[in-house]
């Protein structure tokens, strides 16, 4: 990946052709991604809005940064420009008015993708240590309630990982963990992360999948195009992320997981996944249907189950009534939360369109807030 960021760093753009581009091509949570919504919460609002206006909010993807953070995973100086001005960094009274009209009650907190995992060493400890704890010492002390958080991690080393997490949720109170993709050329299957996969278990927090551009062989194999008369180096950046790859890329990462035994070893671990499953109702009945067979005397149970014991599933930046209606056709609505992926998504959006949303009140309680009281012992 460094490799790509160095080339990445030669690009010429100018600021609007950069925050254009990026716009069309819908960067999530690197650089814009306006989020994909129904017509239902374009239009006057219906019955069943006007029913669920005093829904209340846990919003379960939500991003932050730090200058130390963009200076650390900025692409180019555009770059730098667009995330300062997107808001990440807010975390006062612009963020909390910004939920306020939108009627989000609690935002949990997840450090710019890839935080500082893919930092080695002492650095990357320390580091992970000081994003925890600005966090902790910073807007969730001075709005209690209104903000939670997931730590970030310094992945490179696995049981210093697992102690930052212990430390952090004892702490500080943090409600888990988010990871970001590969982890130089692993997935969290490896044996090496064993360590923290073990600790997460026993705190009985999650792990939120979060995804991250690719390793350097990766991305030249899979999304490396060329083109005589043509720079794709920026169309590329983003066909390996957002536009395409990093939804692929998280849906493997949770087969991984299943089909080496992950959860046959650590059965109470929970992960969860955002963007409305990335892709996985989509492909559910073909994964079941082609793996069943080949997994049944690898693994403890079959294959789907797992989709409904370890995983959690968010809304994250896709607001579309027909995606969460096939979500819900093959995962329990007491799986699903509510998630908006501010700033790369509108928070007002993401509420208004789930409030018109035709599901049952009962329902939309769990999607909105209840769920994710339950999985993370918090109260709205």
């Not at 939804?247 to 990462?253: D, I, K, P, R």
């Not at 005397?297 to 409904?308: A, C, V």
Request: glycine letters at 8%; a negative charge; one cysteine or more.
């Amino acid at each position: 990946m460094k490799q790509i960021e160095k080339k990445l760093k030669s690009l010429t753009m100018g600021r609007r052709s950069f925050l254009t581009g990026a716009a069309a091509l819908g960067v999530g949570a690197g650089l814009s991604a306006p989020a994909i919504i129904s017509s239902a919460a374009a239009t006057e609002k219906s019955v069943i809005a006007l029913r669920d206006q005093d829904l209340p909010f846990i919003a379960t993807e939500e991003t932050y940064t730090t200058e130390e953070l963009i200076a650390l995973n900025a692409i180019n100086d555009q770059h730098v420009e667009y995330l300062r001005e997107t808001g990440l960094a807010e975390l006062g009274p612009g963020r909390i008015g910004a939920m306020d009209k939108a009627g989000i009650n609690v935002q949990i907190l997840s450090a710019h993708t890839p935080g500082v995992q893919n930092v080695p060493g002492q650095e990357g400890i320390d580091f992970a240590y000081r994003l925890n704890k600005m966090i902790a010492d910073g807007p969730m002390a001075t709005y209690p309630g209104r903000y939670q958080a997931y730590a970030t991690l310094p992945l490179q080393n696995p049981e210093a990982s697992a102690d930052e997490l212990e430390r952090a949720v004892r702490e500080d109170g943090f409600l888990g963990a988010m990871t970001n993709g590969f982890i130089g050329n692993k997935f969290l299957d490896h044996p090496d992360f064993e360590p923290l996969l073990a600790r997460a278990e026993a705190l009985d927090v999650p792990i939120y999948l979060h995804p991250g551009f690719p390793p350097e062989d990766v991305f030249n194999i899979y999304y490396n195009t060329m083109r005589p008369g043509y720079d794709q180096l920026f169309q590329n950046y983003i066909f390996s992320g957002s536009g395409y790859g990093w939804h692929q890329e998280v849906l493997t990462q949770c087969l991984r997981l299943i089909i080496t035994g992950v959860f046959d070893k650590f059965p109470k671990l929970q992960m969860i996944i955002g963007h409305m499953g990335e892709g996985l109702p989509f492909y559910y009945e073909r994964i079941v249907g082609d793996m069943s067979e080949s997994t049944e005397d690898s693994l403890n149970k079959p294959i789907g189950q797992y989709f409904s014991d370890n995983f959690w599933y968010t809304t994250s930046a896709f607001f579309q009534d027909e995606l969460l209606h096939l979500l819900l056709r093959y995962i329990s609505v007491d799986r699903v939360m509510f998630g908006t992926d501010y700033p790369f998504a509108d928070m007002k959006q993401g509420t208004d369109w789930f409030r018109a949303v035709d599901l049952p009140r009962d329902a939309k309680e769990k999607i909105a807030f209840r769920n994710a009281e339950k999985l993370f012992g918090i109260k709205v």
